[in-house]
């Protein structure tokens, strides 16, 4: 399989505002903190080093004065950086003349800001338009292109307004249409949404989503809000007083923090919409093949206390599941397979399903909740106390918890399978694994 490039690739990169940064940095280099350093130069950004896959959204978080907003300010040249090397699909941003640079804003790398920065006195769709006016493109092309970007955004038939007649929330949409009509290959969005009133914002983030799912562009975004960072960011950059302290998926932070710092920082965010059900599911037991013989079915649900069992096809896809009476009742009937009475399976979900959408399917399943791939194949399931317990802070939240079932008392499974001989095949009864 070919493994493409990044998109974007920083390495190494120091930002030091004073005196003497070439000295500052020489100095962290060398072990100082940025305390240490003070008496040289404010050292917003440490040795930070990362890579952007194309297609993905790589979110930059930490609090004010984390360094988050001077990185993505060197990551498209508006900050000449101290040290270190930024590229864009392999072209140089740091260290590069001032005519490439421009070159690199108008035709590969487009910015939205936090306060939309528009021009007042042009129209909407002119707004738009402007990547592309500097481009040199015709004036009926470019308003043409407008008008499909607007579209896009939602604001069809808005062109002809100025900005001061659209809410926040569309003049932020403008914005992000302007960025997109240059086509850019990383779009750079700065707290982009963080001016916005709480229900905007939250429209916003989805509208990005939607429109991520369409266009598959390269997206750096950068905030303070780690419920936003945990809904948008395929990865996460966590920034500590200008260094990064752990890079991973919504997951990784969540479940797995880096040191106490993250772990304090993960806290208080909403786990339900952030964590999914492959996160939290655990091995499928007990489960049998659909050849698979009722003693055989009885015996695993006997060990391992369940009142059902999973049925799976050869190929692992879940065919449903059989229960310890109607297995008995085939037992005592001397039938050989339990084909015959596998029901279908109460309620299944899919292994990518966040857990806020499973909390009614989980209270109406007797069952443990069935969790399957893309091809139906059986790959978990989710007891109810495992999907609670997922959702308390600290490591080991999603530790394997055992079931609390009522199947049917054991010295009755017992006596049904001394009814009858062993089946005569071994494999009708051969289980799962």
Known sequence: MTVLPPALEARNLFKVFGRSPQKAVQRLKAGE????????????????????????????????????????????????????SVLVHGEPVTGTTAAKLRALRRDRVSMVFQHFALLPHRSVAENVAYPLELRGVAKAERLARAEEILSLVGLEGWGDKLPDALSGGMQQRVGIARALAADPDVLLMDE????????????????????????????VFITHDLNEAMLLGDRIAVMRDGRIVQIGTPEDI?????NDYVEQFVQDVDRARVLT????????????????????????MRDAYMSAAYVVGRDRRLLG????????ALVRRGEGSVTSVIRPAPLTVSQDEVLMNLFVPAVE?????????????????????????ALGP????????????????????????AESSDEASPTTGKAAV
Not at 33 to 48: F, K, P, Y
Request: glycine share 8%; aromatic share 2%; charged share 20%.
């Open 33 to 84: 903190s940025r305390t240490d350093v003070a008496d040289a130069g404010t050292a917003a950004v440490i040795d930070a080093s990362f890579d952007v896959a194309e297609g993905e959204i790589f979110v930059i978080m930490g609090l004010s004065g984390s360094g988050k907003s001077t990185i993505i300010r060197m990551l498209n040249g508006l900050h000449d950086a101290t040290a270190g």
């Open 365 to 389: 399943s007797p069952v443990p909740l069935a969790v399957t791939d893309d091809e139906g194949r059986l790959v978990g399931v989710i007891p109810r106390v495992t999907l609670l317990a």
């Open 394 to 417: 600290g490591p080991g939240a999603t530790d394997e918890i055992t079931i609390p079932v009522v199947p049917l008392p054991a010295t009755v499974i017992d006596e049904a399978l």
């Open 321 to 328: 599941v059989v229960t310890d009476r109607d297995a008995i």
């Open 254 to 258: 969540l479940t797995d923090p880096a």
């Open 277 to 300: 059900a492959a996160n939290v599911m655990e091995r499928p037991r007990p489960v049998v093949t659909e050849t698979a013989g009722p003693r055989s079915a009885l015996r695993q």
């Open 192 to 219: 982009a949404f963080s001016a916005l009133d709480p229900l905007i914002r939250r429209e916003m983030q989805e509208q990005l989503l939607s429109l991520q799912q369409k266009l598959q562009k390269t997206i």
